[in-house]
T-cell receptor, first 111, second 114 residues
Framework: DQQVKQNSPSLSVQEGRISILNCDYT??????FLWYKKYPAEGPTFLIS?????DKNEDGRFTVFLNKSAKHLSLHIVPSQPGDSAVYFC??????????FGSGTQLTVLP | EPEVTQTPSHQVTQMGQEVILRCVPI?????FYWYRQILGQKVEFLVS????????KSEIFDDQFSVERPDGSNFTLKIRSTKLEDSAMYFC????????????FGQGTRLTVV
């Protein structure tokens, strides 16, 4: 069951540059999308979200873009910092009271 | 900042044994969840719980699993007879309302079944 897919298991970027993490989904019933950040030995921490009625949401260095027709969302981090190094999970939810997660992308920001 | 706490951080148990994973949700939260992540795989939904009963559960949450809020502060996940494939990180989460996307996650309990 691959309703939410993150096709890149890892990404490395230079400090100060942009990080772009991608996520695709297949379930048209999803109406809310989230990005979580996870450090080792910690639980997922909510980062930013977007409703399906929007195509962009921005919070400081983090921006999430949603392309409903392509069933694609992305997370942009500008500028990237070494402390951003973590696993980033895309997640989605619809009417059900549960989150469906992607497999995660390990982001490494190089100093 | 309020947080969801889970104990123990790591539990090793023999196959066939019962195990109870404990969680203390954020105090004013009303909705509780368990998720798990098998090593190298996705975080998967197990169950949601509200008003002392299960709201939703996934296919993973079979008769071997049960949840309970025994005393108004703890929220527990019991696995009756553990299998090797139950080895995973188990995450508890809680939210104040029905919006699961506002849930806070605990740090997880690593369960190792040997």
């Amino acid at each position: 069951d691959q309703q939410v897919k993150q096709n890149s298991p890892s990404l490395s970027v230079q400090e100060g540059r942009i990080s772009i993490l991608n996520c695709d989904y297949t379930n048209s019933m999803f109406d809310y999308f989230l990005w979580y950040k996870k450090y080792p030995a910690e639980g997922p921490t909510f980062l930013i979200s977007i409703s399906s009625i929007k195509d962009k949401n921005e919070d400081g260095r983090f921006t999430v873009f949603l392309n409903k027709s392509a069933k694609h969302l992305s997370l942009h981090i500008v500028p990237s910092q070494p402390g951003d190094s973590a696993v980033y999970f895309c997640a989605a939810t619809g009417s059900a009271r549960q989150l469906t997660f992607g497999s995660g992308t390990q982001l490494t920001v190089l100093p | 900042e309020p947080e969801v706490t889970q104990t123990p951080s790591h539990q090793v148990t023999q196959m066939g044994q019962e195990v109870i994973l404990r969680c203390v949700p954020i105090s004013n939260h009303l909705y509780f969840y368990w998720y798990r992540q098998i090593l190298g795989q996705k975080v998967e939904f197990l169950v949601s719980f509200y008003n002392n009963e299960i709201s939703e559960k996934s296919e993973i949450f079979d008769d071997q699993f049960s949840v309970e809020r025994p005393d108004g502060s703890n929220f527990t996940l019991k696995i009756r007879s553990t299998k090797l494939e139950d080895s995973a990180m188990y995450f508890c989460a809680s939210s104040v309302g029905t919006r699961v996307y506002e849930a806070f996650f605990g740090q997880g309990t690593r369960l190792t079944v040997v």
